[in-house]
């Protein structure tokens, strides 16, 4: 047999993923097309809790750099700016692969602003309150 550009076996029609399985141009794998089979479950609990860990890491980020500004203004310090950069940076580099790193409201209110299509509207409310 022949593995051409149709398919595994000549003439046979391709086959493509599709999100949630593997499907023919007849229709999606039966497995992917039931909402209530495990796998579709799976891939449900593994968005919200990609989810929680975006808005726990927003939370812990936010908190991170209030408390800074906050212990600079105290302090009346004039190295305060620096300080604030490098909590900045710190907080980036440790959760912004998760959630964006928009820590500032600024930030979020920008990014939706643009229409970028990575963030949805819901969640950015839930980043800024």
Known sequence: RSRGRSGPVAGSPPRAFALGGWSSPSGPHPAAADARSPAAMKSAEATSALKLEAYASEFIGTYFLVLTIGLNVLQRT???????GLILMAMVFAT?????????????????????RHLHWRDGLLYVA
């Open 78 to 84: 004039a190295l305060g700016p620096v300080s604030v």
């Open 96 to 116: 912004g692969k998760v959630s964006g790193g928009h820590f500032n409201p600024a930030v979020t209110l920008g990014v939706l602003l643009c229409r970028r």
